[in-house]
């Protein structure tokens, strides 16, 4: 079983639709939770992160944690076309992070 | 500044073949780390760095060695490349020592690798 899980898609939605990316992971020691946004041909970026369980909320993206079940989702609300991209779930504790295999994300005008 | 800087962009192998992947960061950081990137596989962690003369393994070290003799800079060699190698690799880095605290991770534009 992999450490941290994540439907690889691929996602389609309409603009303007709320999208909803949830990964799962295994290990209770995992401190740390963030969402990477990777556009094609690019290295991933930062968007979201968050250490503890509940809700973090930065414009039209909500990261939300619950460490009793062990899953972390990613919201993103009035999707546009420039949200088409990878999203990978990240998760740890020291230094090795475990990133998900991540999830495909279009948004179609 | 320049960020993480990836050299080169594209390369082709020939089985048993040697190269270094060039990785150089301009923003002082202690950590840096190298990710290979395959299809339904995510990012892998190969081998990272907490501080110039420090490295240490990560998910998938085999048939790769890494050396870090300054802060900036942290080249991954592949001594006897493989088909198993063919894969997109990106650098990162981050600015504290260890990942503790969840620091944020600043990655290249990544080295699309075929060997063949």
């Known amino acids: 079983q992999k450490e941290v899980e994540q439907d690889p898609g691929p996602l389609s939605v309409p603009e303007g639709a709320i999208v909803s990316l949830n990964c799962t992971y295994s290990?209770?020691?995992?401190?740390?939770f963030m969402w990477y946004r990777q556009y094609s041909r690019k290295g991933p970026e930062l968007l979201m992160y968050t250490y503890s369980s509940g809700n973090k909320e930065d414009g039209r993206f909500t990261a939300q944690v619950d460490k009793s079940s062990k899953y972390i989702s990613l919201f993103i609300r009035d999707s546009q076309p420039s949200d088409s991209a990878t999203y990978l779930c990240d998760t740890g504790g020291g230094n090795k992070l475990t990133f998900g295999t991540g999830t495909q994300l279009k948004v179609e005008l | 500044n320049a960020g993480v800087t990836q050299t080169p962009k594209f390369q082709v192998l020939k089985t048993g073949q040697s190269m270094t992947l060039q990785c150089a960061q301009d923003?002082?950081?202690?950590?840096m780390s190298w990710y290979r990137q395959d299809p339904g596989m995510g990012l892998r962690l190969i081998h990272y760095s907490v501080g110039a003369g420090i490295t240490d393994q990560g998910e998938v070290p085999n048939g790769y060695n890494v050396s870090r003799s300054t802060t900036e800079d942290f080249p991954l060699r592949l001594l006897s490349a493989a088909p198993s190698q063919t894969s997109v690799y990106f650098c990162?880095?981050?600015?504290?020592?260890?990942?503790?605290?969840?620091?944020?991770?600043?990655f290249g534009s990544g080295t699309q690798l075929s060997v063949l």
């Open positions: 923003m002082n950081h202690e950590y």
């Open positions: 290990n209770s020691a995992f401190q740390y």
């Open positions: 990162a880095s981050s600015p504290q020592r260890g990942l503790g605290l969840g620091e944020k991770l600043f």
